[in-house]
């Protein structure tokens, strides 16, 4: 599950309202307990760095998030669910007030491609 969130509303908010939501977050993670295996908030985009992969098989790091948006990726959460229609239900519960959650499922690698699966 991807969440985005509009940065400069969640700037503007107060540090009580910030703290409230860092509560609702954790009360979602611990009513989904059997479902939430990872979760974290992410820090601004300006702190991103994009890498992408050129043509002449060089890269090219940049500064920032690359999408062109209000929206951004403000965290994650990896989640185990029997199937898509309950990932979406428990997707739902996630408190995003400037935002939304992106719900997509993992294409998994072959082992040898990922050791530390």
């Given at each position: 599950m991807l969440i985005y969130e509009d940065e400069a509303r969640?700037?503007?908010?107060d540090p009580a309202t910030d703290a409230a939501l860092v509560?609702?977050?954790?009360?979602?993670?611990?009513?989904?307990?059997s479902h939430v295996q990872r979760g974290q908030r992410l820090h601004t985009?300006?702190?991103?760095?994009?890498?992408?992969?050129?043509?002449?098989?060089?890269?090219s790091v940049t500064d920032g998030a690359f999408i062109?948006?209000?929206e951004v990726v403000a965290?994650?959460?990896?989640?185990?669910a029997e199937d898509l229609g309950r990932a979406v239900e428990i997707a739902q519960q996630i408190p995003v007030p400037h935002g939304g959650v992106e719900?997509?499922?993992?294409?998994?690698?072959?082992?040898?491609a990922c050791p530390h699966a």
């Open positions: 969640t700037a503007e908010m509560g609702k977050f954790q009360e979602f993670m611990a009513k989904n307990a985009s300006p702190s991103a760095r994009s890498v992408r992969r050129e043509p002449d098989g060089g890269v062109e948006s209000k965290g994650y959460f990896l989640i185990e719900v997509r499922p993992i294409r998994a690698l072959p082992q040898d």
